[in-house]
């Protein structure tokens, strides 16, 4: 049975998709039908291919009360949309049906576990809204959410935790046992990963907690994720309310990798941290593994403190980055656009040891749908910065420059079609021993995604440029020898 509610925004979407014009769209990135999105949810595989939920608003660009979209793809790169999974309807998500996860039940029906968000009368007596963990069960297209909604309840969590932040829950199978973590926010006001275990997926338990945030990054912590990854065990969550450290941490929204083991008693031990993305739109990660044994991690490819800016006429807001493959490499979480990608490499350019010394342009060299890779090698120690500027034409541009005395890269879009002053620069680290820099940039249309040293750090970036500034410049203040490969991708 379909409610009224999901019945309407299924034929709202179809209604409104065919006004969306085509130039708003990206071609290889998720968005939404119409409307607003922000966080993946549901990343997982079900009968062979890759499904995609989405927290959906429709009715407008802005968030509104949460829907589920859904897509599906084979590749990563091409995908398939089909109707809105759920929305909220019951008695206990009428105020939204919030982030959650899916997995593939041993019957073959696809379960989404997702947090039900119920506005009631508090000990006080003011309207609050509750968050606790409901699941829905079915085929891929539609589903029926449980009777016994919710599954997880806030009399399941410690004692003095808040009842209004506890979501996000994201479900895996581990030797037969269904476990769950779900983001909290403790007596203390700051995060807490809660662990919950279950046999059948109905009946859960509280098991402990995975890890507490001892006001030490950011406050509420968002959709964590927890998976082992090249033998370390890694706790991904996005806070809230962050403050700034050097150029590790940006204020507001972030998203921080913990590295660290599972000790014996199934307790984690955090032995280092990460920013997950050092750029200006990314949040929310989530992961799922693949049957070739990859872990891929997707992402909303924005930022809450400056979504709902760029152009008031648009009809699509929020998008996702580019699935990413994860792996640990010399004490860091590295991360790389899914090797599917170069299936769709329409047209190649590419040039080896051009010297740079003033701005140059190159043939082939441009596009707002590309998969660049360049590698630049200081010729003398005159090299303090090189830059690479992509989107441009007259003044616009979005600057990528690598401060070679710093061994810090600078991306800037202030000059990127904004009408709005926003935060539009950001700085970070790359390795400091190398002599050479390795950047690779994904374009699509509306998103520049920087990958550096082979995915040592990554910067994703929305930026409002019109579609007509496609030039791509190179420019030193001293002498640099350049390979660059430019594919055009093509759909
Ligand atoms: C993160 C988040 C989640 C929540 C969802 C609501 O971006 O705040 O914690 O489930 O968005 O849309």
């Not at 576990?113 to 409901?134: I, L, P, S, W």
């Not at 769709?344 to 010297?355: A, G, H, I």
């Amino acid at each position: 049975m379909i409610s009224e509610k999901l019945k309407r925004s299924r034929e709202y979407e179809d209604e409104h998709i065919k006004k969306v014009p085509e130039e708003e769209r990206p071609l290889y990135h998720v968005t939404g039908g119409v409307g607003w999105i922000n966080d993946p949810n549901g990343f997982g595989m079900y009968k062979g291919e890759y499904h995609l939920f989405f927290q959906y608003h429709p009715y407008s660009t802005h968030w509104g009360p949460m829907h589920w979209g859904h897509v599906k793809t084979k590749d990563f790169i091409k995908w398939e949309r089909l109707p809105i999974a759920i929305a909220p309807d019951t008695d206990v998500d009428e105020a939204g049906c919030f982030s959650g996860s899916s997995i593939e039940l041993p019957d073959g029906r696809q379960l989404l576990m997702y947090t039900g968000v119920h506005r009631k009368e508090n000990a006080q007596g003011d309207m609050e809204d509750f968050q606790q963990q409901c699941i829905a069960i079915g085929d891929g297209i539609d589903y029926e959410k449980y009777t016994a909604n919710p599954v997880i309840t806030t009399d399941m969590i410690p004692e003095g935790n808040n009842l209004n932040d506890f979501r996000d829950p994201k479900i895996w199978k581990e030797n037969g046992i269904y476990k769950a973590v779900v983001g909290s926010r403790g007596a203390d006001t700051s995060g807490e990963i809660l662990l919950y275990e279950s046999e059948n997926c109905l009946d859960w338990k509280f098991v402990r907690i995975i890890d507490k945030c001892n006001d030490e990054y950011g406050k509420m912590w968002e959709c964590p994720d927890y998976f082992l990854l090249d033998g370390k065990q890694i706790l991904a969550v996005s806070p809230q309310e962050m403050q700034a450290s050097g150029l590790e941490f940006h204020a507001g929204n972030g998203t921080v990798f913990s590295i660290g083991e599972e000790r014996a008693d199934g307790s984690f031990m955090r032995e280092g941290v990460q920013a997950i993305d050092y750029g200006l739109d990314f949040y929310a990660p989530q992961t799922l593994l693949t049957e070739d044994g990859r872990r891929i991690m997707i992402a909303w490819m924005q930022n809450w403190e400056t979504s709902n800016c760029g152009n008031a006429a648009r009809q699509i807001f929020g998008e996702m980055t580019i699935p990413r493959e994860l792996s640990f490499r010399n004490g860091r979480v590295c991360q790389n656009p899914v090797a599917e990608i170069s299936n769709y490499y329409s047209r190649k350019t590419s040039y080896k040891n051009v010297l740079v010394q003033d701005e140059v342009s190159l043939p082939g060299i441009s596009g707002r749908v590309i998969d660049m890779t360049l590698t630049v090698r200081p010729v003398d120690k005159g090299v303090n910065w090189f830059k690479i500027s992509v989107a441009k034409d007259g003044d616009k541009e979005t600057t990528i420059c690598y401060d070679a005395a710093r061994k810090v890269i600078r991306i800037d879009r202030t000059k990127s079609g904004l009408r709005n002053d926003i935060v539009s620069v950001r700085e970070f680290y790359v390795d400091p021993t190398r002599e050479d820099i390795k950047m690779r940039i994904l374009m699509d249309r509306h998103s520049v995604e920087l990958f550096v040293n082979d995915g040592e750090q990554a910067a994703s970036t929305i930026i409002y440029t019109p579609q007509t500034a496609e030039a791509i410049t190179f420019d030193t203040d001293g002498t640099a020898v350049m390979d660059v490969e430019n594919c055009v991708l093509e759909f």
